[in-house]
């Protein structure tokens, strides 16, 4: 197919008429599809079944003897921290197992700093006159949203294809307003990039204005492959150590996507003095976590050799997914020049980027097609994209039958509103 751009007027006139009667014959099929959020699928869940039936036979002993049932432990189990600390890059004494939400704990972590600071504020950040973070986008709109919930500044920064755009990262943590960042270094949620080994140090490095900036490390996808490449990231807490920022990085990260997303296990890891603060913010909220779940998944997962495996299933699920959305990207808009997309090795996302303008309109026409997708502006702060042009594709929930059929949706209203827009500009510039 040839650049729209470079199409004469009939024949752009003709394209637009032909992929119209295309996503007209598409929405005869009445279809529902849906592919808005990153869900595990059923079969997905199904993988771990088995946790459903542990502790078992009365064994809710951990290895040190205490009762799985009982209160208490706030850090959780040591053999549950054992398990996890080399997928987070700690040593085990430095990481904090806690319920089923990583977000609930970056969401914690964002008001205990800004009602009490944390190690080496000079105040809580709720009292700075302006508190602001950096905020890589296209991101996680719910790292967006409790920034805007508690009123705290967003400063966007583009990704560059190995992380977020260094020089803009290091002018604005210049300012001692910036007290922090969000980070998802591997499989990044949108855009699937990996952080480099140059990021990683950079971020680790990087002169920060406010002696309390803290980098939120968000590694939810750091085992999630879509390849048999298992991709690493450079160790940020070691990093930081060595550039004398120890205290500089929470780590956050969860089996919400290994294991049960609503029933798994979410992980803070952290330098000792920000793990001790934590804890002591934490042990005014909760009297401990739930750890028989703790020792359900030490149970099931047993190490790390057994969450690589595990992975792999999951990955046999969801690859052929991923590659059915980029075979019908391919197929519609190869040469066109009305996206570009991502092929992501590892993830929930597959991150479009679509005519300039146009994001809104494709989401209007999948939804009057049958397609949900996720608003565009979604993965910007304030949900404004200033391109509108990002579209977040979740292919993991729907079956492949449906993924297939949504995506031949999805590519046709890409192409169309593209078509549309150079139609527009033409007949703008002919006036
Ligand atoms: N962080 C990122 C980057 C995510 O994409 C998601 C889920 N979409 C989460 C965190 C949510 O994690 P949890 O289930 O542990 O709260």
């Not at 594709?393 to 949504?406: G, I, K, N, W």
């Amino acid at each position: 197919m040839s650049l729209i751009a470079d199409l004469p007027t009939p024949a752009l006139a003709a394209l637009r008429i032909s992929v119209q009667a295309r996503l007209d014959a598409f929405r005869a099929e009445g279809l529902k599809l849906d592919m808005t959020r990153g869900k595990p699928a059923p079969d997905q869940l199904d993988l771990s079944n088995a946790l459903l039936a542990l502790p078992g036979n009365g064994d809710y002993f951990s290895a040190a003897g205490e009762d799985a049932r009982n209160y208490g432990n706030l850090q959780g189990l040591k053999e549950a921290r054992a398990l996890f600390a080399p997928i987070l890059g700690a040593p085990p004494e430095d990481v904090v197992v806690g319920d089923n939400s990583s977000l609930a704990l970056m969401h914690d972590c964002i008001v205990y700093a800004l009602l009490k600071g944390v190690p080496g504020s000079p105040r809580p950040w709720s009292k700075e006159a302006s508190p602001a973070f950096i905020c890589p986008a296209p991101g996680y709109d719910r790292h967006f949203a409790i920034l805007e919930e508690f009123g705290v500044r967003m400063l966007p920064v583009a990704m560059s294809g190995h992380g977020p755009d260094m020089d803009a990262v290091e002018a604005l943590a210049a300012d001692p307003s910036v007290k922090g960042m969000w980070c998802v270094p591997k499989y990044s949620n949108p855009t699937g990039e990996i952080y480099s080994p140059e990021t990683v140090a950079r971020l680790a490095a990087m002169e920060a204005g406010a002696p309390d900036f803290r980098l939120f490390w968000d590694d939810a996808y750091s085992v999630h492959h879509l390849t048999e490449l298992r991709h690493e990231v450079s160790n940020i807490l070691e990093a930081c150590e060595r550039a004398d920022h120890k205290d500089r990085t929470f780590v956050f990260a969860s089996t919400s996507k290994i294991t049960l997303a609503g029933a798994g296990l979410a992980f803070f890891a952290s330098s000792p003095a920000n793990v001790r603060w934590y804890l002591a913010c934490a042990s005014k909220r909760s009297i401990g976590p739930d750890k028989l779940n703790q020792l359900r998944h030490v149970r099931f997962l047993r190490d790390v050799a057994g969450v690589h495996r595990h992975m792999d299933a999951h990955r046999a699920l969801i690859a052929p997914k991923f590659a059915a959305v980029i075979k019908a990207l391919q197929r519609h808009l190869a040469g066109t020049g009305a996206a570009r997309w991502t092929a992501p090795e590892g993830g929930y996302f597959i991150s479009v980027e679509a005519a300039p303008g146009t994001a809104a309109r494709v989401v209007e026409l999948a939804k009057s097609a049958g397609v949900a997708l996720t608003p565009a502006g979604a993965t910007w702060p304030y949900g404004n994209d200033p391109n509108d042009s990002n579209l977040r594709l979740a292919p993991t929930f729907p079956s492949l039958a449906e993924v297939r059929d949504a995506s031949e949706g999805i590519a046709l209203c890409i192409l169309l509103a593209a078509i549309e827009a150079q139609s527009v500009q033409r007949a703008d510039s002919a006036a």
